[in-house]
């Protein structure tokens, strides 16, 4: 069975860091792009970041560009969203998604999805 899955979110006060990792079962992610999104409620889901399946090219939204980074590590099979300098509008479930193809943010052309990871940003 295909099944990615988010750890590492939790709460943090505003200017702390969490790492979210996204661990692919069933498959190998690095045939995969991956993308990060996040949902707040009463919002659309929201791209966030992406990263190619070699790892040479990602992608940010300008409202996490210079606080968050894209990271893959194909032999563990896992990729990471480093997210530094918290703000209470980063507050969202967080998921991952692999598609084959191009990096991108739009949340349609994803196969695959993990469950999400909750990331909470207050004081």
């Known amino acids: 069975q295909l099944q990615l899955v988010e750890s590492g979110g939790g709460l943090v006060q505003p200017g702390g860091s969490l790492r979210l990792s996204c661990a692919a079962s069933g498959f190998t992610l690095d045939s995969y792009v991956i993308g990060w999104f996040r949902q707040a409620p009463g919002k659309e889901r929201e791209g966030v970041s992406c990263?190619?399946?070699?790892?040479?090219?990602?992608n940010y939204a300008d409202s996490v560009n210079g606080r968050f980074t894209i990271s893959r590590n194909n032999a563990k099979n896992t990729v990471f969203l480093q997210m530094n300098s918290l703000k209470p509008e980063d507050t969202a479930v967080y998921y991952c998604?692999?598609?084959?193809?191009?990096?991108?943010?739009?949340?349609?052309?994803?196969?695959?999805w993990g469950q999400g990871t909750q990331v909470t940003v207050s004081s």
């Open positions: 990263i190619s399946s070699s790892g040479t090219s990602t």
């Open positions: 998604g692999a598609r084959i193809g191009r990096c991108s943010r739009w949340y349609g052309g994803y196969d695959y």
